[in-house]
C-alpha cells in the first residue's frame, strides 16, 4: 500500500512538474528555458527536478508526448461520443480546447521538436502524425456520412489542429478568457465544416 501511494505521489509531481515546465516553454522557448527556471516556478530545488528528469531535452520531450496523450484522448473520447463525423470532429474540438485551457492545462507547444535527439524527434512526429490522420479520419467520416462538406482534409485538418495547439502560446490562464475560449473555439472552427 504504502509503495502505491508513493507512486502516486511520483505521478501527481511528475504532473506538476510538467505543467509547470510547458509553461516555462510556451513563454521562452527551448534555448530561454532552463531547468532552473522550471525548479524556481516550482519553489523546488534543482536536485529534487533532477530526480524527474536527466536534463532538459528528456523534460521537453516528457512534456511533449503529454501533450500528445492528452489530445489523443480527447480524440478518442470524441470518435465514442459522436454519432456523425461532424458531431465527432465539433466534440474533439471542445475537449481538446478544454484540456488547453482547464485544469489539465498549459500542454506545451510542439515547436521544438528539431531541439529533441533524433530517437525522441522521430516517436514525436510519429505519434504526431498518427494524431493528425486520426483527425483526417473523422473529417472523412463526416464526408461520407453527409454531415461535412467535402473538403481537403489534410489542409482542413492541418488548419484546425493549428489553431487548437496554438492556443498556449496566447492564453495565459484568465478564467474569464478561458470560458470564452471554451464558448466559442468550437463553433468557429467547425462553422465551415458543416454540410447544409
Not at 26 to 36: D, P, V
Amino acid at each position: 500500500m504504502a509503495r502505491k501511494a508513493d507512486e502516486t505521489r511520483f505521478e501527481m509531481q511528475r504532473h506538476r512538474i510538467l505543467k509547470a515546465a510547458a509553461s516555462c516553454f510556451n513563454q521562452k522557448g527551448y534555448s530561454g528555458t532552463s531547468l532552473k527556471d522550471v525548479s524556481r516556478h516550482l519553489g523546488l530545488t534543482d536536485a529534487a527536478l533532477y530526480y524527474y528528469v536527466r536534463n532538459k531535452e528528456e523534460l521537453v520531450y516528457q512534456c511533449y508526448l503529454r501533450a500528445a496523450e492528452l489530445g489523443r484522448e480527447a480524440m478518442e473520447r470524441a470518435v465514442r461520443d459522436g454519432a456523425t463525423g461532424f458531431q465527432q470532429a465539433h466534440l474533439y474540438i471542445q475537449y481538446h480546447v478544454e484540456i488547453m485551457v482547464g485544469d489539465e492545462g498549459p500542454v506545451a507547444i510542439m515547436s521544438e521538436i528539431p531541439s529533441l535527439k533524433r530517437d525522441h524527434r522521430n516517436e514525436i512526429l510519429e505519434v504526431s502524425r498518427r494524431h493528425s490522420a486520426s483527425f483526417e479520419k473523422i473529417l472523412e467520416r463526416g464526408i461520407a456520412d453527409g454531415s461535412i462538406d467535402p473538403c481537403d482534409v489534410r489542409m482542413t485538418g492541418n488548419a484546425i489542429m493549428g489553431s487548437i495547439n496554438w492556443i498556449p502560446k496566447w492564453f495565459h490562464g484568465k478564467a474569464d478568457m478561458a470560458a470564452e475560449i471554451r464558448s466559442k473555439f468550437p463553433a468557429i472552427l467547425t462553422r465551415g465544416l458543416k454540410s447544409g
